[in-house]
């Protein structure tokens, strides 16, 4: 119901914490538009990534008229996850805007990811007559949206009046960023924007949220079951998952690892934490100490399929569901997360910044360090290992490999780690993972929990926008191909992005055959040769084709150097890749032959 306001003779306005629906001139009036920007405003959103259309193509004009950067995209799945990596990096939940139904639909697989990745966003949504959505007498993009968002996020609110709208927006902030961060939806119907009330009471209707993300100190008792196991262990190991980078307690955590000794394994996105060339990173020996650890020291990261849910083979388990005999201590702000999968021995609860720096309060100054015995035997796997890797790096063939093509973006890294990296693929993503080693902390910006394609383009814009660095991603053709379109987002913004495509002509490879003989070429190939340098020549950025090794460092470099968007189309091998990459084991396969 809109509130009917009319124009009085005097400037009367409410009286503080009074009622709103007081008499105001003309010109006091607010209206839900500048309302929800205010909200946002006050609560220190200055970005909001979006697509525009009825009903919210005014605010979209309105926020950037207000001095909020609005960075408008081709599809809204991508606007999506732009702004869910936004929340990743700067601890802020991301906006995204979208139109009804079909806007809202495509948004809501980034809100679903950005929950399950426990990142901070907001996707609002315009909607369409409640009174009609309701009858479901066929409105202008009619869907029940608040009923099929509140499933797939951690919270969905909807506001119908405009006095609420500070109570909608601060219900949001709060839930996206309070305890485990996560997606939350809200819905402003199309007649909210419209309705117009008081102005200065209007105002005081919104809310500075205080403290959203509050600090959980973790139970002393909690503290000291953990570092009663980790002290007795002969084989410790910390396991730093993207929790870890995203709590920003970077130095705490490194302190941790340094004072106690204890060899550590980063999860893809906590790459860079601590540089990945430290002397203690076991990343390069990960099958030997999974299984050979006594004591597991989990740091913001899920026992779930990336870790083999802490049990089988991986773990040192006989079967593939059996246990094996390590003891595990879980550090996590979310209560119900420890027993996910296998025994937790000493959940310690609460935000990873309280929780680290009370176990290096307990911990003090005379830790002893885990058995050399221990530390030598991961250290003379892990240079065994990467010996190898360097073989193989040094070589370079015709066509160019994954492996020759990432050797030179691991040197550009290596030259300029402040850059953002934007990972996706299947062995486009793996190989970047174990061979561009990190520098610093969230640096890496990749598939994450779900192993999504199409975050790329997304990702890029969000990175280049809110950290103002370089960004370079390494793209599979086909992830490449999920959010192509918004090379043109990225000229248009002129960002400074540098997309390197390992174009190996398909999904995983480019050589599969149709076994009929028919016309139609395999699922999984694509256009050989195809040339996804022009697409970006197409909207004024620079394209490159580079065939060799040569030629890829040469584009890189002036890349970096003149800040333009660029695109490489990197000519791979098409026989080079693996089916699914690291994780072929993931495909069904029939006995039946
Ligand atoms: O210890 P061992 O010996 O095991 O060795 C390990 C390390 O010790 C070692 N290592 C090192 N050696 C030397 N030096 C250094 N520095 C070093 N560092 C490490 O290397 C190995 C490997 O180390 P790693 O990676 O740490 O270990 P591992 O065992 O691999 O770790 C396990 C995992 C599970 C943690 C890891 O593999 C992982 O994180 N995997 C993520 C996998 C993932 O998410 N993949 C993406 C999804 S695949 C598939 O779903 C795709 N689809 C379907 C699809 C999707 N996803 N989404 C949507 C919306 N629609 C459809 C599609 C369509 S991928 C895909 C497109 C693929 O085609 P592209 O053209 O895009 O890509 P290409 O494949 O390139 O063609
Ligand atoms: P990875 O994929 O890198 O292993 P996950 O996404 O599985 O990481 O795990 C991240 C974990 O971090 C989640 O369980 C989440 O609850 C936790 N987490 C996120 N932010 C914080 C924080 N500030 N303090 C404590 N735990 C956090
Ligand atoms: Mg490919």
């Known amino acids: 119901m809109e509130t009917v306001t009319k124009p009085a003779a005097t400037g009367t306005s409410a009286a503080p914490g009074g009622p709103i629906a007081v008499i105001a001139p003309a010109q006091d009036q607010i209206d839900g538009f500048h309302l929800v920007i205010d909200a946002l405003k006050l609560n220190g959103i200055d970005t909001v990534f979006g697509l525009p259309g009825i009903p919210i193509t005014d605010l979209t004009r309105m926020l950037q008229a207000e001095g909020l950067r609005m960075i408008s995209f081709r599809h809204e799945q991508n606007a999506g996850y732009a702004a869910s990596i936004a929340g990743y990096l700067t601890g802020k939940p991301g906006i995204c805007l979208t139109v009804s139904a079909p806007g809202f639909l495509n948004g809501l697989t ?54 609420d709208i500070g109570v909608g927006v601060a219900r949001a902030i709060r839930a996206a960023l309070s305890g485990r961060p996560g997606g939350v939806y809200l819905d402003l119907p199309a007649k909210l924007f419209a309705q117009s009330i008081p102005a200065e009471a209007g105002r005081r209707t919104l809310i500075e949220v205080v403290d959203p ?55 893809s996105m906590a790459k860079g934490l601590l540089p990945d060339i430290h002397a203690q990173s076991a990343a390069a020996a990960r099958s030997y100490v999974l299984p050979e650890a006594d004591v597991v020291l989990l740091i913001g990261a899920r026992l779930n399929w ?27 702000i979310s209560p119900q997360e420890a027993d996910s999968n296998v025994k937790i021995d000493a959940p310690v609860v609460g935000d990873i910044g309280s929780c680290v720096s ?23 796997r892990r240079d065994r290992n990467i010996a190898k890797m360097a073989q193989t790096l040094a070589l370079d063939p015709a066509p160019m490999n994954f492996h020759s093509a990432l050797n030179v973006v691991r040197d550009i890294v290596k030259s300029n780690p402040a850059a953002m990296l934007v990972n996706e693929g299947a062995n486009a993503l793996d190989f970047t993972r174990s061979i561009v080693d990190m520098y610093q902390p969230r ?105 060799t090794t040569a030629e890829l460092r040469a584009a890189m470099e002036e890349a970096i150097r003149s800040r333009r968007p660029t695109l490489i189309n990197a000519v791979i091998d098409e026989t080079a890749g693996t089916e699914s990459g690291r994780i072929t084991s993931l495909n069904p396969s029939t006995k039946k032959k």
């Open 213 to 267: 993300a509050p600090r959980q100190i973790p139970a002393a008792d909690a503290v000291k079951r953990a570092l009663d196991l980790l002290r007795g262990a002969k084989k410790p190991l910390i396991l730093l998952g993207k929790g870890a980078a995203y709590a920003r307690a970077d130095a705490d955590i490194r302190e941790l690892i340094e004072k106690t000794g204890i060899p550590y394994l980063p999860m």
């Open 306 to 332: 990336l870790l083999s849910h802490g049990k089988g083979k991986t773990w040192g388990g006989k079967g593939h569901k059996d246990w094996g005999s390590q003891k595990f201590i879980q550090v996590d």
């Open 443 to 547: 640096k890496r910006i990749d598939v994450g929990t779900w192993g999504v394609m199409g975050i790329g383009m997304g990702f890029c814009v969000a990175a280049a926008v809110v950290t103002g660095e370089q960004v370079i991603a390494i793209e599979g053709d086909s992830a490449f191909g999920f959010s192509g379109m918004e090379v043109e987002t990225i000229c248009r913004y002129n960002l400074p992005v540098c997309v390197v495509v390992l174009n190996n002509n398909g999904v995983y490879r480019g050589t599969d055959v149709n076994p009929t003989g028919g016309p139609d070429v395999a699922p999984t190939v694509f256009v050989k040769g195809a040339r996804y340098d022009m697409l970006m020549q197409a909207f004024g950025g620079v394209g490159v084709n580079a065939t």
């Open 110 to 163: 980034a809100l679903a990811n950005a929950t399950t990745n426990c990142f901070p966003m907001i996707l609002i949504s315009g909607s369409s007559e409640r009174e009609v959505v309701d009858l479901q007498q066929g409105d202008y993009e009619e869907m029940d949206q608040l009923a099929i968002a509140r499933t797939l996020c951690k919270a969905a609110f909807r506001v119908l009046h405009a006095e």
């Open 358 to 380: 009370a176990l290096l309060a307990g911990i003090g100054a005379n830790w002893p360090k885990p058995p050399a015995e221990w530390t030598n035997a991961i250290a003379e």
